[in-house]
């Protein structure tokens, strides 16, 4: 009699407490719809509390952790999940999901396996193992597994939405680059595809017009051929060998040339090697040595810099990444009268990149020496990013420039960012310069387009 009596009182309070239930998963839902996921993941977890046995809503308390970047949390939830449904394919595309997201890819494939077996018939587990293998950069791999589902689907739009993405991420692509200042204009080009499974070749044009931002003449123009060849191991690590080949012009100076000439450059050709490594999938490595044999322009003198480079990059929190790089350059004296007077620096680099919620970011970072401008000590960049829509993005950025000679150069810089599609990658800003008593407004654009 007492058991029945507690069995009547719960069934009227759920009865009575449905409506309340069904408005707040309401909300939850339309939170998670305006991208508040924080919210979102709130008040699921309020639902789960009041029905803890509800997969569906333990399900979609883990899909809002884990777009809020509560990583941890989230393969919690789908871990419970799993415990009582051990075959929910759900969770299992969900722990495929955020351990890709944080580079886990050995564990991602293994649970979208696992999915696929469960679930063959179910396309979105052949695209979540395709997207992985894709991020691994195995390229054929991915390519077989779009194909495959190309045959099994034909008619399925994600399925064609998929493969139309990946072809455009592994086919050509060549990219523009253009930016104007007070003190420089550069002018890039480019082209870059992939090469056989793991491999990406790729060859750059860059034009560069160096200012005196007093009188606005040209101090030298430099044009830089270069040709890069990058071998994949696997996510963030690869082997990356570039060539360079680099000449200077001057304005006609007169006859001799001036001290200020007896150590400019004529020509350089530079030599690199980089070779990154995930020592964990939270911690990375990158290793970079630079060789540049230099020739001077009124002597035809030669002399060789050095550049050696570390940087380790870690992921904190799923929020939280730093970079700390040291380094060491051997290049000749800017006060140098001779290719004797060499000298060697330290090189320091520091950056962090805090993602605040799932449409805005902050950074900043510090670099001394930044590459081929040997006239800055250093560089110090604030960005903050906001994502309006998937296609279209905010930024703005501050920028100081400690020059080694004359004033330095602070400039404020906003920009839209649009990528309507895989195919198409596009910036375009405009800038506030200013430096000693000049100052100006100059405009940035840059294009990447996929075949």
């Not at 809002?64 to 595309?93: G, M």
């Not at 204009?185 to 931002?213: C, D, H």
């Not at 006859?255 to 020592?279: C, G, H, K, N, W």
Request: charged share 20%.
């Amino acid at each position: 009699m007492y058991r029945r009596f507690i069995w009547i009182l719960t069934t009227v309070f759920l009865f009575l407490n449905l409506p309340a239930l069904a408005a707040t998963e309401q909300e939850a839902a339309r939170l998670m719809q305006q991208g508040d996921f924080a919210a979102a993941a709130q008040a699921y977890a309020a639902l789960v509390q009041q029905n803890p046995k509800t997969l569906r809503l333990r399900l979609e308390l883990a899909d809002a952790l884990a777009k809020d970047r509560q990583w941890d949390r989230a393969l919690a939830e789908y871990d419970t999940v799993l415990r009582q449904s051990p075959n929910n394919v759900e969770a299992l595309r969900g722990i495929g999901t955020v351990n890709r997201w944080r580079g886990n890819i050995d564990a991602a494939r293994e649970a979208y396996r696992r999915a696929l077996t469960v679930a063959p018939t179910d396309p979105a587990n052949t695209l979540g193992l395709a997207a992985i293998e894709e991020l691994d950069h195995n390229y054929d791999q991915a390519r077989a597994l779009h194909q495959q589902a190309e045959q099994q689907w034909p008619q399925d739009d994600q399925v064609r939405q998929a493969a139309y993405d990946f072809r455009r991420v592994s086919s050509a692509r060549i990219y523009a680059y253009y930016e104007n200042d007070l003190s420089f204009r550069t002018e890039i080009g480019g082209v870059s595809a992939p090469l056989l499974a793991r491999e990406e070749l790729g060859a750059e044009y860059q034009k560069e017009t160096r200012f005196n931002y007093l009188t606005g003449s040209e101090s030298y123009i430099r044009t830089d051929k270069k040709i890069n060849y990058a071998h994949f191991f696997g996510l963030n690590n690869s082997l990356e060998l570039d060539a360079r080949a680099s000449a200077y012009e001057y304005p006609t100076p007169p006859t001799p040339l001036p001290p200020a000439f007896s150590t400019a450059i004529d020509t350089f050709q530079e030599y690199r090697v980089r070779y990154t490594y995930p020592v964990t999938p939270e911690q990375l490595i990158a290793v970079r040595y630079s060789l540049r044999p230099t020739t001077l322009l009124n002597t035809q003198q030669t002399f060789i810099a050095h550049k050696l480079e570390a940087n380790l990059v870690s992921q904190w929190q799923p929020r939280l990444q730093t970079l700390i790089g040291t380094g060491w350059l051997y290049d000749l004296n800017s006060n140098a009268t001779t290719i004797n007077d060499m000298s060697y620096q330290w090189l320091l680099k520091l950056g962090l990149t805090y993602t605040i919620t799932s449409r805005t970011d902050v950074s900043a970072s510090f670099i001394t020496n930044p590459d081929l401008d040997s006239s800055i000590n250093s560089t110090t960049i604030v960005q903050a990013g906001y994502s309006w829509t998937d296609h279209v993005a905010f930024l703005a950025r501050g920028r100081y420039d400690d020059y080694k000679k004359g004033d330095d150069e602070t400039t404020a810089y906003a920009a839209v960012r649009f990528t309507p599609s895989s195919r198409l990658w596009s910036e375009a800003g405009i800038k506030y310069v200013e430096r000693g008593p000049e100052s100006g407004i100059y405009p940035l654009l840059s294009v990447v387009l996929h075949f």
